[in-house]
């Protein structure tokens, strides 16, 4: 799961980046489909991260 959250009084874009770990060693996820579990809409995650818009005061909540 990745959670973004907007604490200032402003709309902002929020950047973020995947990592995954396994026996080989650690490596930036690769992309694909991620879904937005409140609206249920899906985003497209891209190898070097995704930026979205949380809401003034607000929070978006995905699952890879």
């Known amino acids: 799961?990745?959670?973004m959250?907007?604490?200032?009084d402003e709309?902002?874009?929020?950047n973020c980046w995947i990592f995954q770990a396994?026996?080989?060693?650690?490596?930036?996820y690769e992309?694909?489909?991620i879904k937005e579990l409140w609206?249920?809409?899906e985003v497209t995650f891209r190898s070097g991260g995704m930026t979205t818009l949380?809401?003034?005061h607000g929070a978006r909540l995905f699952r890879y």
Do not use: C, H, L, Q
């Not at 709309?11 to 929020?14: G, I, P, S």
């Open 11 to 14: 709309e902002r874009a929020v």
């Open 31 to 33: 992309g694909g489909p």
């Open 22 to 28: 396994s026996m080989d060693g650690v490596k930036m």
């Open 54 to 56: 949380v809401p003034a």
């Open 5 to 8: 959250f907007n604490f200032a």
């Open 1 to 3: 799961y990745i959670a």
């Open 39 to 41: 609206t249920g809409s």
